[in-house]
C-alpha cells in the first residue's frame, strides 16, 4: 500500500508539472499572438517555434516532449475541422479542380520528383535509399499555410491565390498521410517502390476516408437541426470532428481526409439554408479560441521537441533537400498551371503565380507528424533520416514565412 501511495503522489507531481508547463506555453502564445506587430515579416508560426527552441534549453521543459500520437489524436483533428468547414464555399467552388488536382495528382507527382532528387543528392555525401528517399519526400510534401495566407489575402490581387493555396493545404494533408504510410511500410519491410502496391493501397485508403466523412458529414448535418440549443451544436461538432477521425483510423482508411471532408459536407450545409447562419456564429465563437490556442501551443512544442534533431552534421544536405523541395514543387505547379489553359485564363501572370504558389508551400504540422510518427516506428537505427527532415522543415518555415511578403511585394511592383 505504501508503495502505490507514493506511486500516486509521484504521478500527481509530474501531472502538477505538467499542467503547469502547458499553462505557461499558452500564457506565452497568448502573448505572442496578442503583440504580433511584425506578422508581415515575422509571422506567429515562426516567432513561436523559435521560442520553444530557446525554451528547449531550460530545465523546466527538459522533460516536456511531443508524439505522434498527441498530435494526431489531440491537435489535428480539431486544427483540420475548423479549416474545413470555414473555408469560403464559393472559393471553394471557383478553385475545386485546381485544388483537387494539386493536393491528388500534384502531390503525388511532388512526392516522385523530390523523392528521386534526394536519392541523387544524397548519394553525393551518403548512402539513402531509394525507398527511404521517397519517405524522406513524404514527409515534406504536405503544406502549413496557417502563417502565410493573412499575408497573401493582405496583398492586392493575391486573394485567389491564398484561397488555392488554403484549399489545397487541407485537402492535401490526408493525401500525404497516405502516401507516407504506404511509403512507411515499403521502408519497413523493405520491399521496393511497386506503382500497382501504391495506386491500389492509395485509393483504398483515400476512398475509404472519404466515404467515412461524407457519411458523418451528412448525419451530422441532419441532426445539428434537431435542437436550437447552441452548445449541442458546437458538442456535436467535436464528437464528429475527433469521432470521425478515430472511426475512420480504426477501420484503417484515412482519418484526415474524414475529418476535413465531414467540415466540407457542414459547409456546403450552411451554404445551402441561410438560416443556419446562427449556428455557424455559434461554432465560430467556440472553433475560433480552440484553434489558435490550439496552433499556438503546437508550434511552441514543435520548436522544443525539435531542437534534439538539429545538432547534427549534415546541414548541406538538408539545405540542398529544402532548395530541391522548392525546385520540385516549382516544375509541377508549373506543368499544372502553364499545362492547363482554363487556369491559365484565371490568374493575370502565369509566373508570378507559380512563384507565390510554390513559395507558399511550407512545412508545418502535419510534416511534424509525419516526421514524429517515422522517428516513433524506425528508433535511433534512421536518426539521420529524422533530423534531415526536421532541418528542412524548420528551414521551410522560417525562410519561406519570412520571406512571402517581400516576395509579393516585389511582384505586385514588377506586375505593374
Excluded: C
Excluded at 525507398?131 to 499575408?151: E, G, N, Q, W, Y
Excluded at 457519411?215 to 434537431?226: A, E, P, R, T, V
Excluded at 509566373?351 to 535511433?380: C, D, P, R
Amino acid at each position: 500500500m505504501k508503495r502505490s501511495k507514493v506511486g500516486i503522489e509521484n504521478l500527481k507531481g509530474v501531472d502538477t508539472l505538467l499542467a503547469h508547463q502547458i499553462l505557461l506555453l499558452l500564457l506565452i502564445g497568448y502573448i505572442i499572438y496578442t503583440i504580433d506587430i511584425k506578422k508581415n515579416y515575422f509571422p506567429v508560426p515562426v516567432v513561436l517555434v523559435l521560442i520553444g527552441i530557446g525554451l528547449s534549453f531550460l530545465p523546466f521543459f527538459s522533460n516536456l516532449h511531443i508524439t505522434k500520437d498527441i498530435i494526431f489524436t489531440v491537435f489535428l483533428p480539431a486544427i483540420l475541422f475548423t479549416s474545413a468547414y470555414q473555408f469560403p464555399i464559393k472559393q471553394l467552388k471557383e478553385n475545386a479542380g485546381i485544388i483537387a488536382a494539386l493536393s491528388t495528382l500534384g502531390l503525388m507527382a511532388t512526392a516522385g520528383l523530390l523523392g528521386l532528387g534526394i536519392y541523387w543528392m544524397s548519394g553525393l555525401s551518403i548512402s539513402i535509399s531509394l525507398t527511404a528517399a521517397f519517405l524522406l519526400a513524404a514527409i515534406l510534401i504536405p503544406t502549413d499555410p496557417v502563417s502565410i495566407t493573412a499575408i497573401l489575402k493582405q496583398s492586392k490581387g493575391e486573394e485567389k491565390i491564398a484561397d488555392v493555396v488554403e484549399g489545397e493545404s487541407m485537402v492535401n494533408d490526408g493525401t500525404s498521410v497516405v502516401i507516407f504510410t504506404i511509403f512507411l511500410a515499403m521502408f519497413q519491410t523493405g520491399d521496393g517502390f511497386s506503382a500497382g502496391k501504391f495506386v491500389s493501397e492509395f485509393l483504398v485508403v483515400s476512398l475509404g476516408g472519404i466515404a467515412v466523412g461524407l457519411f458523418l458529414g451528412w448525419l451530422m448535418s441532419k441532426i445539428i437541426h434537431y435542437t436550437h440549443n447552441r452548445h449541442y451544436h458546437v458538442m456535436l461538432t467535436i464528437i464528429v470532428s475527433y469521432g470521425g477521425f478515430y472511426l475512420a483510423e480504426a477501420i484503417g482508411v484515412s482519418g484526415v481526409l474524414a475529418t476535413v471532408v465531414a467540415g466540407i459536407v457542414l459547409t456546403f450545409e450552411f451554404d445551402e439554408d441561410k438560416d443556419n447562419s446562427h449556428i455557424q456564429e455559434s461554432l465560430d465563437g467556440f472553433w475560433n479560441i480552440v484553434n489558435p490556442t490550439l496552433l499556438g501551443l503546437l508550434f511552441l512544442l514543435i520548436g522544443i521537441q525539435g531542437a534534439e534533431y538539429l545538432a547534427f552534421s549534415k546541414w548541406g544536405l538538408a539545405v540542398g533537400i529544402f532548395l530541391l523541395s522548392i525546385f520540385a514543387r516549382f516544375i509541377v505547379l508549373a506543368v499544372f498551371i502553364y499545362g492547363v489553359p482554363a487556369w491559365r485564363k484565371e490568374f493575370t501572370n502565369d509566373f508570378s503565380t507559380t512563384s507565390l504558389l510554390t513559395w507558399s508551400g511550407i512545412k508545418g504540422a502535419m510534416s511534424v507528424a509525419l516526421l514524429l510518427w517515422l522517428e516513433n516506428e524506425v528508433g535511433e537505427k534512421d536518426d539521420l533520416l529524422v533530423s534531415l527532415a526536421f532541418a528542412v522543415i524548420l528551414l521551410s518555415l522560417v525562410i519561406q514565412s519570412i520571406g512571402v511578403y517581400p516576395l509579393t511585394k516585389f511582384i505586385n511592383k514588377q506586375d505593374k
